[in-house]
């Protein structure tokens, strides 16, 4: 094998394709909200917002996850807060409602999102980070539980209260953190039991339930024969919708979940905006953090434009360009994978017996035979095919064994590459393993 003259296929970078921007919806909305120009000055579009964020846009994006989740209440704009995104809304959730003198623990779906270590690692939690696994029904609830009441009752820790103690919010004991539809890397949808449990867990164990539903509205059918690929409703409540009504709703004004919503994989990370939605009083104490009273919520110019696109392009989009074409994607890369890797050994997810699948990525189990670390290698350095290790969605500082489970596996994703480069990808790989293997 010799990568010379084989262009670089990236199955590594999880953004949105650069093709599929919406761009022309992103003018269009710009124009619009620049040519009001009362909204510019009067109402303080470049100056300082709310703390919430901008009203207009919390207003239409209530609208727009009331028509999607379907839950049983409709979301209202006070549920909700604008966020830079969901990275940065993690850091304000933690610097609002954790303090490492009280918060035990942060436990963490395995496979994880490895970007929210750092998170947690930035606000004092480095060493306090524990793994949970996953199956195929999504974060393993008893597991959980058991762990959990291993820490009860709670051992003090050895160090002083790190924060001032606010009328505006609490300090929750554990944090959970989980990517329930389409999680990044796995693409497991977590069932609907499963979250049921989740939340009487939280409740029990006074933990808070971050989940960053950041890839729910980017789902289709795994049989391409159903034709569905465009699917206007949520394939299960989020979390957040759960906490609101199971056994009677929330046990307190907080409640015990936030959901973490963005822009960057439906619209363009460039956009850096997103919201958080919890209870009121919740909505209302994250609005509180340090950062954001200096001067109002982030984003709050480009709010403006989104607000527009909520209300006018973005359905559209999403069901006639994004859906469609990550679903057409999805299935090339997957008849590939059944064509070149299955034989080989290498096995992926069992899709939810709704035969809903989504989001950007697909999951690699590699047959014994290989080393994950050694395909990704080969992979780059004679293939020039870049991909993702198991280890890299390792919980950071957790040695425990439910981590080895899928360290020998890949991440895939379907989104970036150029779709004719797909099925070439796939091939690529079988070629490295079939090689590695022999
Ligand atoms: C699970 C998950 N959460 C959060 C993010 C980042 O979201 P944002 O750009 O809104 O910070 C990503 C991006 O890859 C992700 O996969």
Known sequence: MGSAGLSEINFRLGWPNPGLLPVKELQSASQTALSKSEALTKDSLLEYGPDH??????NSIATWLSSFYQPKAAVTADRICISGGASQ?????????TDPAITQYIWMVAPTYFCACRVFDDVGFAGRLRAVPEDDEGLDVVFLAEELARCEPPTPISMPATKTRRSWNKTYRHVIYAVPTFANPSGRIMSLARRETLVRIARQYDALVVTDDVYDMLQWDCQPSKGQNVRKTACQPR???????LDGGPIDDFGNSVSQGSFSKILGPGLR????EGT????WGLSQCGQTRSGGCASQFTAAILSEMVETSLPQYMQTVLQPTYARRYRTMMDAVVRHLL??????????????????????????????????KVAREEMNL?????????VEGDASKCQLSFLNGVRVCFVWAEEELIVAGVE?????VEALSA
Not at 53 to 58: A, H, K, N, Q, T
Not at 273 to 276: I, L
């Open 53 to 58: 964020g901008y009203i207009p846009l919390r």
């Open 89 to 97: 809304n993690l850091s304000c959730v933690l610097q609002a409602f």
């Open 239 to 245: 979390v957040v919708d759960i906490d609101a009504y």
């Open 273 to 276: 905006t997103g919201w958080a």
């Open 280 to 283: 009121l009083r919740f909505a």
């Open 343 to 376: 034989p080989l050994g290498i096995s992926t997810p069992v899709p939810d017996r709704s035969g809903t699948v989504g989001g950007y990525y697909v999951w690699l189990q590699l047959p014994e035979t290989v080393r994950a670390a050694e395909v990704v």
């Open 386 to 394: 870049l991909l993702h290790p198991g280890s890299l969605f390792l």
């Open 428 to 432: 690529r790989l079988a070629a490295v």
